[in-house]
């Protein structure tokens, strides 16, 4: 496999950040121009915030990000140190922001693993292993989360009603049910017959009109093999660690908006459970979006699933959400890339 360096400095371009910010702020102004109870008062309100609830909330931004580093390095058996695990998880998390969502920075992520000095294998197959664990966490977690809030998931706001209905619901379920069904294709495909996956890709892009990916489909296939080879044979105290990183940096990343609300409003368990839960559900609007790091989607849709916890401080949270778990990246992205080029093409020779 030849990975497409042009490609790929496309993606990792500092000039990118402009694009998701000006998105981002283009809905942020047009939510302050058309909701009438955004006014001046109301981004006062940003104020009003207690400090032990940002203050969680930072520390749970720290603890996902901990958790990645930890994680990414796990997964390498230590081949990264803690200071090249940190360089690649804030330039794969930039790769994320400036790409819509649904693209994600999976290539970008290869890339920088195998300038770090990964072989190419076993590059592909880290990748492949955080993607399988993160979709794992959605499939077996959501389920569980959802039955704790007690069929409070779905925001029922006035705009819901009128614009979508019940095609939330179904949104959520249909993506629940892919995402489910490829998990386990690819958790079939890379720990028990990566010979027979690339066999079955082949046959389907044999059709007629799907010939022309063929070839793609066949290195697609080699990828899965050649990770499946690098995976084989790694005990559980290789495995447990890794999954419970994944648990621990979803978690905390969801657990930080819980924090940011009850900053503003003091919350019932039953409230922080429905509020969890319903960032699950707002991860699958967020992961279709077409727009660089779900820019203008995520500050839409987060007024509407959850309006009713904020009384008041729903604009100014949802500027602070994303201030804490998004704009950091790009920001850290443009400033560490360059850095990172200079450390990798100029100095590891």
């Known amino acids: 496999m030849k990975l497409d360096n042009k490609k790929i400095f496309e993606t990792l371009n500092p000039n990118k950040v402009w694009v998701p910010v000006l998105i981002g702020l283009a809905i942020v102004f047009l939510m302050f121009y058309l909701d009438p109870n955004v006014n001046a008062k109301t981004l006062r309100g940003v104020f009003d915030a207690s400090f032990l609830g940002i203050?969680?909330?930072?520390?749970?931004?720290?603890?996902?990000?901990?958790?990645?580093v930890y994680r990414i390095r796990t997964i390498t058996d230590k081949k990264l140190t803690w200071v090249r695990a940190i360089y690649v998880i804030i330039l794969w998390e930039f790769a994320s922001a400036v790409t819509p969502s649904i693209v994600g920075g999976t290539a970008v992520a290869i890339f920088i693993l195998n300038k770090e000095g990964i072989k190419l294998g076993k590059a592909i197959a880290y990748v492949m292993v955080t993607a399988i664990l993160d979709n794992l966490f959605f499939v077996i977690g959501a389920p569980i989360i959802l039955f704790l809030a007690k069929g409070e998931i779905f925001p029922a706001s006035r705009v819901m009603e009128m614009r979508l209905g019940n095609s939330l619901e179904i949104l959520f379920w249909s993506s629940y049910g892919l995402y489910t069904l490829y998990s386990v294709v690819m958790a079939a495909a890379l720990f028990y017959r990566p010979r027979v996956f690339k066999w079955v890709l082949l046959k389907i892009y044999s059709i007629k009109w799907l010939v022309k990916w063929k070839h793609a489909a066949h290195e697609y296939g080699n990828q899965i093999i050649e990770a499946s080879k690098?995976?084989?044979?790694?005990?559980?105290?290789?495995?447990?660690?890794?999954?419970?990183?994944?648990?621990?940096?979803?978690?905390?990343?969801?657990?930080?908006?819980?924090?940011?609300?009850?900053?503003?409003?003091?919350?019932?368990?039953?409230?922080?459970?429905?509020?969890?839960?319903?960032?699950?559900?707002?991860?699958?609007?967020?992961?279709?979006?077409?727009?660089?790091?779900s820019s203008g989607t995520a500050e839409f849709f987060f007024s509407q699933f959850f309006r009713e916890f904020l009384s008041g401080y729903t604009f100014v949270t949802s500027i602070l959400w994303r201030m804490l778990s998004y704009y950091p990246y790009l920001i850290l992205g443009a400033i560490f890339l360059p850095k990172w080029i200079r450390q990798v093409f100029f100095k590891k020779k």
Request: net charge positive; aromatic share 16%; charged share 15%.
């Open 230 to 293: 690098e995976l084989k044979g790694k005990k559980k105290d290789y495995w447990l660690p890794i999954i419970g990183a994944t648990i621990f940096i979803w978690s905390s990343r969801y657990l930080m908006l819980n924090a940011l609300i009850s900053a503003y409003e003091s919350l019932s368990w039953t409230e922080h459970i429905i509020i969890f839960a319903r960032q699950v559900i707002m991860w699958i609007v967020m992961m279709i979006s077409p727009t660089p790091g």
């Open 55 to 68: 203050f969680l909330a930072v520390i749970f931004i720290l603890f996902r990000d901990i958790g990645y």
